[in-house]
């Protein structure tokens, strides 16, 4: 499970929530996890949690541009990064031709955690939140 801290806090009280809401959806992932939840379900969660992050990846890049971040084309080619990979797990799991593993979810909990303490942070710095 992964624990919301201070760290992630950027200050920004919209993003901090969508934030928030995609620890809450990664979390629920790994609760499918261990109750051993069925592929499908699992499936579906991954799923919610690419949806929920597609929206919040376009809503940080209006934020980025309404304040004239300087970054904003290197931080949307992370997100788009973020989002090819993770697409490719989900459409490969829910085909049948890969299993879930550590490296997979680690790959998405790491990714998402320094993200946040990274890149989002430079945005807020800038923001001079
Ligand atoms: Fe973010
Ligand atoms: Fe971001």
Do not use: C
């Amino acid at each position: 499970m992964l624990k919301w801290s201070e760290d992630y806090i950027l200050n920004q009280p919209e993003i901090d929530h969508e934030h928030q809401s995609l620890f809450k959806l990664l979390n629920d992932f790994y609760q499918g996890l261990a109750d051993g939840s069925s592929k499908e379900k699992l499936a579906s969660l991954i799923k919610g949690l690419l949806d929920y992050a597609k929206v919040h990846f376009s809503n940080e890049e209006v934020y980025m541009k309404s304040i004239n971040f300087p970054a904003l084309e290197k931080h949307q080619q992370e997100h788009r990064a973020f989002i090819t990979k993770a697409s490719e797990f989900y459409e490969k799991y829910s085909s049948g031709k890969m299993l879930l593993s550590i490296e997979v979810t680690n790959f998405i909990k790491d990714w998402i955690t320094n993200h946040i303490k990274t890149e989002d942070k430079q945005y807020a710095r800038h923001a001079g939140l």
